[in-house]
Every structure is written in structure tokens, then in C-alpha cells.
């Protein structure tokens, strides 16, 4: 049987601004043969192979021709393949050439459009591509020489009305604003250099075709960035977004879907995952469950598996109406209530009034951690490490909603991230998830309310005072 190709174009950089059918794509495929610029957080979810391509300026990582070659190879194979592409596979992205090499080598091939960063890359710097009063048109150009050395057509291009868009320029930017001055633009028309639109680190900066090289090297602006030319451009200033988190680099472990990560994108931050560790289910025996008695939870993935095997023992959730249920924490007991399992009360190992448990459940070694729990603890899986591939230092802080994810993070990490992880706000949702941190060597940690609600006002304060936002 034949193989599949679809060529998608993943956005931006913001891993949201993804369309539905880019999204249903990536979770069929068997491989991924991406691009540098495509946002980690798009790749998390994935199951699929995943093949980096990704190119660097002046520097091909992997070069066209291995590119197409790689494609038809792993269609022939049967798979269903996903050429991931930032903005828009027919944008200056090279598409086109795959599109034709996969024609001709008679594999089967779609085009999943993109939004492309000329556009989506403006409005995130606030600056309307098009405007009644402004631009009533646009153009899109390479910043690169044309293929065979030749330059470009700048007479033409500089007499254009409306908005001027360079992409992948930032190389040639002055040669761009020398250019345009010589074939009749003014001096003082409006320009505007936008890097890592809708990504985290988003820059931007603006000034006139006579002064914007010297801006941006002030500015230290780099590639990868959008050069946008035009009366457009005044309009930057009222028109940026302003959001309570925006330009905020954050570090959640990975869950789909995940409620903390769509708060925190819609208050204007900038989210990506760290992995979580492997669950293994281990062999257990069940203790006598129509005698009754108290049953603390100490993580959602624990009662799953515990609840498997009452399914296999002949129980369901009727037999559980003769013992108290204790929750670890909130973001637990809303778990069982998804599972139509109503709480008694949460665990606090300082209260008395639960001195006298019978049976906690949890994973092998994080029960360790209820030293002070006398009563029978029962693993109903183990949690292998996955080695975290982050750059720890290129986030400002990490939310952390419960012990588990602690661990998942640490006992992935290596040395040197560790040390980072030490100094690196850390927000802890309740109690237990402190004293993780605490005995993890983490030492930045803020205590959070066990709720979602309590997490962004939290992180808004803290950065807020150190002026970050």
C-alpha cells in the first residue's frame, strides 16, 4: 500500500494558531519531518517519528534534496508523512518544490494551509497589513537574491503602493533600505522589524527606511524577523496587544488537553511542556474491600490503575461506598469527580483527623515520600524517567500542579539542568507539591493555591514586581 504526504503548515510560532485540519494531520501521522522554527509545543502530543530538518541561516542541515528524497522514502514505505513547515508551505517555503518532486516520483501528496507570518506576524506586533486609511494592498517579498544571483526588480518594488513585507531579509535589511531610497521611497517612510513573531521572545522595534539598520543593531534584532515597510507601521504603538503575561516564557508538564495551558496562553504567555515519565502498571493485590475502611489517592494515574483492577477483580466504584476517599489535592479529587467519584475530604498528613489511615495509593517511589504514614501503601504503578531535552534557561519559571510532575521533571533532568531548575521560580500548587520541590533541591518556590484560578494572578504578581512584564 501506497504512503501519504501531506505538506502542513504549522503557523507562526504560536502552537495555536494551528488549523483543524494541520492538528487531525499531525495526530495521524507515523513520521514528522519538521523544521527549526516550529514551536516544540506542537510536537509534545505527538506519537508519530520525528525527523528534524531544520535549516539555519547561511547553514542547510539538511539539504532540499535529501529533504525530498527523505519524503518519497517514507511514503514508499506506507506511512503517513507530514512535512511540518512554519507559516505556510507555499510561502517561500519551499512547498511548491516538494509538492513537484513528490508529483513526479508519483507519490500521493495534500497541502494543508498555513497562516503565514506576513500576515499573523504583523498583527502580533500590532501593525494591520492592510488599512482604509493606509494600505489598500500588500506585496510579499523574498529578502534573498533570486536563484540565479541576479537582484531584484527594486524599481518596481519601490514604486508599489501599500505595504511592503520582507521575509527571511534581515541579512540584506540594509541593502533592502538603501535599495528602496534610490528607486523613490522617501527616507522617512515607516519601517518595522519584528522577530520571533508570536513566539515568547517576540522583539520589535521601528523607525524610517534612513535609520532602521542602526536601530536594529542597537536593538541587537536578529533572524529570524519580518521587515514591513509602509504607513502601517504608525499605527504600531496603539495597536499592540497587551495582555497580563505577555512576554512570559512558561514551563508546564505535558497533559492534552490541558486547561493550565490554554489559562496561561489566553493571558499572553508563552507555553511549552516538559515530558512526563513513563507509567508501567505493576501486579498488586487489592486489601479486603468490602471491609471498608479509609482510601487515600495520592495521584490520578494511581486510581486509574486501580481501578483497573477492581474492573478485573469483579468491583466497580459500589464497592468503594463502605470506605472514605481522601484526595492529595484538588486537581485529583476533580479527576475522580470525572470519574463519578465523589471525595470526603483531602489529605494533609499534619492533621490528626487522618492519623489513623489504612490504605494510600501512589506510585513505587513517590510513596516513599509518606514516611510519616504508618498505615499500608499500596504501588499500583511505577514511573520510568524520560530524559528532558529543554533548555530549562530559556523559560522564567515552571508551574508545577502536582508532586508528580515534580519528579517527571527531575528525574529526567541532567546535572547541569538541575542546577538551573534550583534557582528558577517555581510556582507549587498546594502543599505537597512545596515539600516536593523542597526535598528536589528547588529552591525559588512560590506557593499556589491547588487551583488553576490561583495560578495566573500568582505568576502576574511575582514577575510584575521584578518588572519582567
Known amino acids: ?78 506511512k503517513r508523512v507530514v512535512r511540518l513547515k512554519s507559516g505556510d508551505p ?61 537582484q531584484l526588480d527594486w524599481e518596481n518594488i519601490a514604486r508599489q503602493e501599500g505595504t511592503l513585507v520582507f521575509l527571511m531579509g534581515m541579512g540584506e535589511l540594509g541593502h533592502i533600505a538603501e535599495q528602496l531610497i534610490k528607486n523613490g521611497r522617501a527616507s522617512s517612510t515607516p519601517v518595522a522589524v519584528i522577530q520571533w513573531a508570536t513566539h515568547w521572545n517576540q522583539r520589535s522595534v521601528k523607525a524610517d527606511l534612513g535609520t532602521i539598520e542602526t536601530v536594529v543593531e ?19 504603538d496603539e495597536l499592540n496587544p497587551e495582555l497580563p503575561l505577555q512576554g512570559l516564557h512558561l514551563l508546564i508538564p505535558f497533559k492534552d488537553p490541558s486547561k493550565l495551558f490554554s489559562k496561561l496562553q489566553d493571558q499572553g504567555a508563552a507555553v511549552n511542556f516538559f515530558k512526563r515519565r513513563t507509567q508501567v ?22 486510581f486509574d490503575f486501580f481501578e483497573h483492577r477492581l474492573l478485573d477483580t469483579g468491583y466497580d466504584q459500589r464497592v468503594l461506598s463502605k470506605w472514605r476517599v481522601l484526595a492529595l489535592n484538588q486537581a485529583i479529587a476533580g479527576h475522580l469527580k470525572r470519574h463519578g467519584l465523589l471525595v470526603d475530604g483531602y489529605f494533609e498528613s499534619d492533621n490528626s483527623l487522618f492519623s489513623e489511615l489504612e490504605i494510600v495509593i501512589g506510585e513505587e517511589t513517590a510513596l516513599g515520600h509518606f514516611k510519616e504514614v504508618k498505615s499500608q501503601k499500596i504501588a499500583t504503578y511505577r514511573a520510568i524517567p524520560v530524559n528532558q531535552t529543554i533548555e530549562v534557561g530559556c523559560f522564567h519559571g515552571i508551574v508545577f500542579p502536582s508532586s508528580a510532575s515534580v519528579d517527571d521533571l527531575v528525574s529526567g533532568c541532567r546535572d547541569s539542568q538541575k542546577r538551573q531548575l534550583a534557582s528558577m521560580p517555581c510556582f507549587a500548587m498546594g502543599k505537597q507539591v512545596v515539600a516536593r520541590c523542597q526535598a528536589s533541591g528547588i529552591r525559588n518556590i512560590i506557593s499556589v493555591n491547588p487551583s488553576i484560578d490561583a495560578v495566573m494572578p500568582a505568576i502576574q504578581s511575582y514577575f510584575k514586581c521584578r518588572s519582567v512584564i
Do not use: C
Not at 517555503?93 to 516538494?98: C, T
Not at 468490602?290 to 490520578?300: A, F, R
Open 90 to 150: 507555499y510561502v517561500f517555503g519551499r512547498g511548491g518544490e516538494e509538492g513537484q518532486y513528490l508529483r513526479q516520483q508519483r507519490v500521493a501528496f495534500e497541502v494543508v494551509p498555513g497562516i503565514t507570518s506576513a500576515i499573523a506576524g504583523l498583527g502580533a506586533a500590532g501593525i494591520p497589513i492592510t488599512h482604509r486609511d493606509f494600505a489598500s494592498s500588500f506585496h510579499v517579498i523574498t529578502g534573498h537574491h533570486k536563484a540565479d544571483g541576479t
Open 281 to 302: 502498571p505493576l501486579t498488586f493485590d487489592l486489601p479486603d474491600m468490602l471491609k471498608g475502611g479509609t482510601l487515600v489517592i495520592s495521584d490520578q494515574t494511581a
Open 218 to 236: 542597537t536593538h541587537h534584532i536578529g533572524s529570524p524577523a519580518l521587515i514591513v515597510v509602509g504607513n502601517v507601521v504608525s499605527l504600531m
Open 1 to 78: 500500500m501506497g504512503g501519504f504526504v501531506s505538506l502542513v503548515g504549522a503557523g507562526p510560532g504560536n502552537p495555536e494558531l494551528l488549523t483543524i485540519l494541520a492538528k487531525r494531520r499531525l495526530s495521524e501521522a507515523d513520521v514528522v519531518v519538521y523544521d527549526r522554527l516550529v514551536n516544540p509545543a506542537l510536537m509534545a502530543p505527538l506519537a508519530a517519528e520525528k525527523i528534524d530538518v531544520g535549516k539555519l541561516p547561511q547553514h542547510h542541515k539538511v539539504s532540499q534534496y535529501q529533504i525530498n528524497d527523505l519524503l518519497v522514502e517514507q511514503a514508499r514505505k506506507g
